[in-house]
């Protein structure tokens, strides 16, 4: 009996141990991705703005490069304003993947 007491015990010891790991990685892992995700939430709230303000505008004006500006869009034109805000937003929503890629 020793030897099978033993060996459940062992088993036992080994699976706590495994399980305090786990339970260590997954509060860790969740608190890191809230918070990702509440950085992300941001940047995609202020991106949402802003990008709807430029494509409200008719032309290429300075309200819509300064804006553009604001979210860190250097460009010369409307044309290179739009290419850029596609870039973000597909950047964006890549994040919001990586992160439920965390959750699942």
Same mark, same amino acid.
């Given at each position: 009996m020793g030897g099978i007491e033993e060996n459940i015990n062992k088993a036992i010891s +080994?699976? /706590? %141990?495994?399980? @305090?790991?786990l339970s260590l990685k997954s509060s860790l892992g969740a608190a890191v991705t809230k #918070? &990702?995700?509440?950085?992300?939430?941001?940047?995609? /709230?202020?991106? &949402? /703005?802003?990008?709807q303000k430029i494509l409200d505008t008719a032309d290429e004006s300075? @309200? +819509?490069? %300064? *804006?553009?500006? #604001?979210?860190? *869009?250097?460009?010369?034109?409307? /044309?290179?304003? *739009?290419?850029?805000?596609?870039l973000a937003a597909e950047e964006i929503k890549y994040s919001y993947q990586k992160i439920q890629n965390l959750i699942y």
């Amino acid at each position: 009996m020793g030897g099978i007491e033993e060996n459940i015990n062992k088993a036992i010891s +080994e699976a /706590e %141990k495994i399980r @305090d790991e786990l339970s260590l990685k997954s509060s860790l892992g969740a608190a890191v991705t809230k #918070e &990702k995700f509440a950085k992300l939430n941001d940047k995609y /709230e202020i991106f &949402k /703005e802003k990008s709807q303000k430029i494509l409200d505008t008719a032309d290429e004006s300075v @309200d +819509e490069l %300064k *804006i553009a500006a #604001e979210l860190g *869009i250097q460009a010369k034109n409307r /044309e290179e304003v *739009i290419t850029a805000l596609e870039l973000a937003a597909e950047e964006i929503k890549y994040s919001y993947q990586k992160i439920q890629n965390l959750i699942y």
